[in-house]
Structures are given as C-alpha cells and as structure tokens.
C-alpha cells in the first residue's frame, strides 16, 4: 500500500535524525519498521519567526520502495539521419540528446569554445576588462546557463515534461536533490561538468560537437532554407535546422533581418542589479540576527510593483552569489548574477527590473523595425561602458543614493570583480527605466524592512533578460516562411530560462524530424 502524506517539521525536528521518519509513523499510526519512505517535495516556510519545513512524502508500506531509475535510451546515430543544430546552451544540447533518443544524428554548431578554454576567456573579462565576442559569460558549450545559478524554476509547465529534463540533469551528474526542492539549483560550480558530460554523452552516439563553428549566413532558394555559411567560408549543406542561439546573438538576428526573413519586436525587461550582504536578506526573511541557522539555506526573495502602468520586479534573484560581466561585445557593459551550489558567498545579488513595451515605450526606436527593442539595449549598455570607465567596470550607487538622487561619495564593497565606478545612475538612465525603479525600490523597502539601505548597491545595466526579438514559427515549429528553419528556445523568444530552453529544444528535435 502506498500513501502521500504532507508533513511539517520544526527546525529543532529537521536537526533531528529520524525525524520525518518517528513524524510518519504517529500521523499513520503505524510501528517505525513498517515501511519507507520517498520524499517527493520539501520546501521551507519562513513567513513566520517559527520556521518550519513542509515534506511532502510517498509511504510504503509493507511493499519495497522502487527504484528512482530515469529511462533515457541513446541510440547510435552515426550513421542516420542528420538534424543541424545551430548553438549548444539548454536548447541546443536537450535537442541534441533528444535526437540520440529518437534516432537522428545531431550535427551541432557552436561559436563558442567548450568549458575548459571557455575559462580562460572568463578570466579575461574579470581580470583584464577583455572581452572576446566568441567566448564569453554567453557564448560557449553550455550557452549562458553554463555560468549561472543554476536555477531550474520554470512556469512553462504546458510546454514539456519539467520532471524529464531533471531527470536527464540527474542523469548527467546534477544531484537528486533537484527532484525535491521546491526551488531547485544546480550551482555553477556543478554545471561545467554537467555540460561535459552531455556533449561526451553526444560524442560518444555518434553526434558531431564543433566549437569555434560561427553561421555567418543562410543560403536559401525558393523560401527552403539548403545551407549555412560556417565563420564566412565554408558552406554546409541542411535540411533541417534549429537555431537555438540564444537572446544574445544579435549577429543572427541582425543577419536574418538583413534578409528580409520574418521578425517581430517582442517586449522585454531592463534594469539594474542589487547587491546587498547577504545576512540582511537572512535577517529579514528568517526573522534573525546575527548567523542564520545553519540548517537554513541563504535567503532569497521575489519582489514585484506596479508603477505607472509597468511592472517593476526581481530576476534572477542569487542568493549567496557574485554579480559577473556578461558582455557579448567590446564597448558595452552588462551585468547578471551566479551563485556557486552552496550558495555562500557573502553577498545576494538581484535583478531588478522594469516591464518595457516595445509598442509604446520606446517611440525614437521605431526606424529600426523589429530591432529596436535591441537597439535600445545597446544604447544602454553603451552608457553602462562609458560612465562605468570605458573598462567592464561598472557604473553603481548606493541603494539610498540612487533612490533620492545624490551621487555616492563611495561604494559598498562588492562581489563585481571588474569593480565598480560611482556614477549617478539616477540621471543617466532613462525616466522610462529609473524612474519606476527608484519608486519600486521605495516600495520594496515597505514590503522588506531593512531592504531599503545604504548598505546596498545598484549596478548597471542588467539588460539581458530575455530577447527583444521573436523568430516567429508555425503550429509545427518551424518559420511560417522559410522551410527548414525551427526557431528555439530564448533566442526565438520561446524559453525564459535552462529548464523551459531544454523543452522547447526537445520540442524542436521532435517537430524538425517529421517528413525527414
């Protein structure tokens, strides 16, 4: 017999060995020895001083626990069928490894270099202030979501089986723990290994991996797309391919609007990055001072306002993190956020935010069609670049200052290793953009006691939420004109993140293959 019991435990209970299992035994009524126990999902309640730990468990009982055994079976594919795959971050690697499974052999293109030279070029940004616009925080074998927290949260639940692709990261070395929590992270400490083993799984069924592989153009007759361009020389015939390159190529976009193939301006949302110690977010939302209990996670927080008409909120909240330089391009400074699996850095860092319609909010963009919303990016970042130093270091504030706009005198250290350059972003930025914030960070502090502090720092721009672009697509995933091309993942403006990217490729592996 099998039961699904909810059960709530005390912190003193989680630090308790055997206490979920003693917890079980009283709810049922049954002896201790009688059977085991699964636990399905765990999450932490601290919106009141007693923290408490919610549990929600499958119960053998007098019958074995099975197995949690995931079925992916990976054919050999080299000889079959190919599927062209442009870009290998969550999009292009699920629907690489999704081709494994349905018997096609995935010929996938990466401008980027794999992880481990990938570092050096990291290295380079943080230390030097270079950036290469091949191997970056971007670009490279795992896209964006190599360097990241790892975040695994998604609302496109409609889109795809969420539980197979964590399942395909357990698979691949992520830990199982990501199929309990409630918010589940890998950390980016765990995830160049976990793209490691994706593409020698890949290698290993026959699949192709070429790295420092840039399309430089699309060869089309008669609305069908028959080859790409490969770094301006070489010329690869293609039947089928998905361009998963993710929203910050803005090469593809601007080559296939050169081309007079189908886009749309898509709204977006642009901002800053917060930066506060970490034991603040901790005091507040854990009802603390001083150390949080050790058995507690480092605090995270998800705030939203409306102001004038546009939404005003945190992104890719890192707790226990570090701001890194995501720049795709000498010129331009750009900023995100990563948190190492431990999530124990002294800092929390956030983005923060504001909602832009590309239709009403950004009139002076209008001559450059569906790019405008892009060229309002690179407007932005170019100012980051200018008042930041013309290095990658980048322009902040003090929260306070920002908000009631007087320059900082000085800054708050920080987990920005290019380093900060005091500059006042409450006038530099757009009243589009600042405005709003500066209202929406005084909200916040209402709702968060403590948030609101000098302690903090603003640092520009996070610009990169997710694409300005749309590459639009059929019921059947492919370009409404051109035959052969299936748009994917962020960079069509289909995915928000790594686990909705890894579907929609998955999506895509699946719609490209039918009639081949």
């Not at 945190?314 to 000498?330: D, E, K, R, Y």
């Not at 209402?446 to 721009?461: F, L």
């Amino acid at each position: 017999m099998v039961k699904n019991v909810q059960l709530r435990l005390t912190l003193k209970e989680e630090a308790t060995p055997g206490s979920l299992q003693l917890r079980t035994a009283k709810y049922l009524g049954v002896a201790e020895g009688s059977f085991q126990l699964k636990v399905l999902r765990k999450s932490i309640d601290a919106r009141k001083p007693k923290i408490v730990f919610n549990y929600k468990v499958a119960v053998y009982i007098d019958e074995p626990r099975p197995k949690d055994q995931a079925s992916f079976k990976y054919h050999d594919v080299s000889k079959a069928k190919p599927i062209h795959i442009v870009g290998f971050g969550p999009a292009g690697m699920w629907a690489a490894l999704r081709c494994l499974e349905l018997g096609y052999k995935p010929i996938v293109l990466e401008r980027g270099k794999d992880v481990k030279e990938r570092r050096r070029d990291l290295k380079a940004i943080n230390q030097d202030h270079v950036v290469n616009g091949e191997s970056n925080y971007c670009f490279g074998e795992g896209g964006a979501g190599t360097y990241s927290d790892g975040k695994l949260y998604t609302r496109s639940l409609k889109r795809g089986d969420v539980r197979r692709i964590f399942e395909s990261l357990v698979l691949h070395g992520a830990t199982d723990q990501i199929l309990v929590d409630a918010h589940p992270h890998i950390g980016t400490n765990k995830l160049p290994k976990i793209v490691q083993n994706i593409r020698e799984v890949i290698l290993q069924h026959g699949g192709e991996i070429h790295f420092n592989t840039k399309v430089t153009d699309f060869v089309i007759k008669n609305n069908i797309l028959k080859a790409i361009v490969l770094n301006g020389v070489d010329e690869m015939a293609v039947d089928r391919l998905i361009l998963a390159t993710g929203h910050s190529a803005r090469d593809i976009f601007e080559l296939l609007h050169k081309k007079d193939i189908a886009l749309t301006a898509k709204s977006f949302a642009m901002g800053v990055r917060v930066e506060h110690p970490q034991h603040i977010i901790d005091s507040i939302q854990y009802h603390c001072s001083g150390e949080r209990n050790e058995l507690l996670p480092a605090a995270s927080y998800s705030l939203v306002e409306q102001v004038n008409h546009r939404g005003v909120y945190s992104f890719c909240m890192c707790p226990g993190g570090f701001i890194v330089p995501a720049a795709t391009a000498p010129g331009e400074v750009v900023v995100n956020g990563m948190s190492p699996s431990k999530r124990n850095n002294l800092y929390a860092n956030s983005g923060i935010v504001v909602e832009i319609d590309v239709d009403k909010d950004i009139p002076k963009y209008e001559k450059f069609g569906a790019l405008k919303g892009l060229e309002y990016q690179k407007d932005l970042e170019r100012l980051a670049f200018t008042s930041g130093g013309r290095r990658q270091s980048a322009p902040a504030q003090r929260l306070t200052d920002f908000v009631e706009g007087t320059l900082s005198q000085d800054l708050n250290p920080t987990s920005y290793q290019p380093g900060l350059n005091s500059a006042p972003l409450h006038s530099l930025l757009p009243k589009l953009l600042g405005g709003r914030l500066r209202q929406g960070f005084k909200a916040f502090g209402e709702k968060m006691h403590g948030y609101y502090t000098s302690e903090a720092n603003i640092v520009g721009v996070e610009s990169r939420t997710s694409s300005p672009v749309t590459i639009p697509r059929n019921k059947q995933l492919e370009h409404p004109v051109i035959k052969g091309l299936f748009p994917c993942g962020e960079g069509g403006g289909y995915a928000g993140g790594i686990v909705s990217a890894a579907m929609d490729g998955e999506r895509c592996a699946e719609a490209a293959m039918v009639g081949l």
